[in-house]
């Protein structure tokens, strides 16, 4: 017989790899990034509410979860295999909004703290009499649990009544599906009427899929029809592999019409009577709890693997929109340098005030022209970086992720955060023309400020400033004119390569706020490695 291995390193391997799982996201609309979203979750609740959980705990009590769909008459079946009223039932759908769990009384501490579903509230609901009915007081909410005790269940034995798998409450829907991965037992319930529905089926096809303990429930058949249609059910099991699920028929009875009875005992005598056996039999029991534990450790092999390689497609997706930035802020620095060795900003507007100066033109608005030119340079190719990466941006799905689409705000304000640096540089290097003049005695001192225009017109001008460099050596000598030269052109590259820096980074911000990278896909098949490896030792 298949028993549960509890060994420490098996749990430590399965916390390591649970913690691998979360980590990981999936922030780019990519083809299969909504599914890996779906698989990550469904992941999640079955580790952190079933596996985990149980196999630090095998002593707790075996959790049956009855779902199904709408109007399949869940609570009343729960109600009826408690014997009194624990979960409400109606013609209200839908009636289960908040799920409701029912144990033995001695066992009300294994459901008190967080061991399962630990994120749920608890509201509890006092024991009463096997006679009284028991109907848990409370605001719906689909973040809590209600657990009720009820002594006419055995010890070892605890139901969940879940809500609507296909709720019209997407919230509930969601709900719906995390309890089911927390059970040991999934009691699929469905009716005579809705049997061949899609919903049903996809539930138990996922059971199949993980192996887990399955029981079905045909409810609400009529007695005229209940030969036809639990044979033509069963065919439908066992064409779809199932037909080895245990299989209890309850018939359409007054009480069950409006949802708010309790059916005779004889209608889930053999329901109770599987259930009762399979919590008392310890054989069974644990062959109960081995099958659905190593069915859900049997389908990581194949889970984290598709989980790996979306996580890689989210990294290649954004390393292609990363490198667009790149590319395009690559081409404009060179672009930039280019253009300010050949002296393009020397053209317009600072051209002509150059050929004025200093007869008909003051130092002051030379300078003035010549940053105005040089931020026009600026925005110019930081623009057309932009407009390079949207391009390219246009043909990756990625690049329509929410945090990512449509024009970057900032962008508006580039034209001033270029204005502010370029301006900086022009007060940097003012200073720097004071400090060569500094040396010359007060009344032979040449004018700061058209040292400084003289040496950004060098800078600046290219060939078209020659005259520039030998008024300033004029000015100032050859040794000043080279050194303020020399320390102004290192001022200007750094404070083009800090504009240009920094809109590189504007537009690589919200990409890096999504933090995709190449980890998930390594760590999640090294942790599944040595999960295997401590499965087998």
Not at 20 to 40: E, H, M, Q, T
Not at 132 to 152: F, H, K, W
Request: glycine share 6%.
């Amino acid at each position: 017989m298949v028993t549960l291995d509890v060994r420490p390193q098996l749990l430590d391997a399965l916390s390591e790899l649970r913690d691998r799982v979360a980590a990981a996201r999936f922030p780019l609309p990519l083809a299969g990034a909504p599914r890996a979203r779906a698989n990550r979750d469904e992941l999640l609740a079955q580790l952190d509410d079933y596996l985990v959980p149980r196999l630090r705990e095998p002593a707790a009590p075996l959790l049956a979860v009855v779902g199904g769909s709408t109007g399949a008459g869940k609570s009343t079946l729960v109600n009826s295999l408690v014997g009194r009223r624990v979960s409400e039932a109606g013609v209200l759908r839908p009636t289960t909004r908040t799920p409701v769990l029912v144990c033995h009384p001695e066992d009300h501490h294994w459901f008190s703290g967080l061991r399962v579903l630990p994120d749920l509230t608890r509201v509890w609901a006092p024991d009463q009499d096997a006679g009284d009915d028991l109907l848990v007081s409370g605001e719906d909410s689909p973040r809590a649990l209600r657990v009720v005790t009820a002594d006419t269940l055995p010890r070892g034995l605890a139901l969940l009544d879940a809500p609507d798998i296909d709720s019209l409450i997407a919230e509930n829907r969601v709900l719906a599906a995390r309890l089911i991965c927390a059970a040991d037992v999934w009691v699929m319930v469905t009716t005579a009427a809705r049997y061949a529905d899609a919903i049903p089926w996809h539930l138990l096809r996922t059971a199949k899929e993980y192996d887990a303990t399955l029981v079905s429930v045909l409810d609400r058949v009529p007695h005229q029809v209940v030969s036809e249609v639990s044979r033509h059910y069963g065919a439908l099991l066992t064409k779809a592999g199932l037909g080895d699920v245990p299989r209890f028929t309850v018939p359409e009875l007054p009480e069950s019409a409006w949802g708010g009875g309790l059916l005779p005992a004889s209608a889930v005598a053999a329901l109770r009577t599987w259930l009762v056996h399979h919590v008392q039999d310890s054989g069974d029991r644990q062959q109960v709890l081995a099958r659905t534990a190593h069915g859900l450790l049997d389908s990581l092999k194949s889970r984290l693997p598709e989980l790996a390689g979306a996580a890689a497609a989210q990294y290649a997706a954004a390393l292609r929109l990363t490198s667009a930035i790149d590319g395009a802020y690559d081409s404009e620095d060179e672009r930039v340098r280019g253009r300010l060795k050949s002296g393009a900003v020397l053209a317009g507007d600072a051209l002509k005030r150059w050929r004025a100066f200093p007869l008909d033109c003051t130092a002051g608005e030379l300078l003035d022209a010549l940053v105005e030119s040089l931020a026009s340079l600026l925005v110019c190719s930081v623009t057309a970086a932009d407009e390079r990466i949207d391009e390219a941006w246009r043909r990756e799905p990625a690049a329509d992720a929410p945090a990512l689409a449509g024009r970057d705000p900032s962008m508006e304000n580039a034209e001033h955060r270029i204005g502010l640096a370029v301006r900086r540089w022009r007060r940097e290097l003012e200073e720097y023309a004071e400090d060569e003049v500094r040396e010359f005695d007060r009344n032979g001192a040449p004018d700061s400020e058209a040292v400084a225009a003289l040496v950004a017109t060098v800078l600046l001008g290219g060939r078209r400033a020659r005259n520039a460099g030998e008024g300033l050596a004029q000015r100032i000598g050859p040794h000043g004119a080279l050194r303020l030269r020399d320390r102004a052109g290192r001022l200007l590259t750094e404070h083009v390569d800090r504009v240009m820096h920094r809109e590189r980074e504007r537009r690589l911000a919200p990409l890096d706020a999504l933090d995709v990278n190449a980890d998930p896909q390594a760590e999640i098949i090294a942790a599944l490695s040595v999960l295997q490896k401590e499965r087998c030792p």
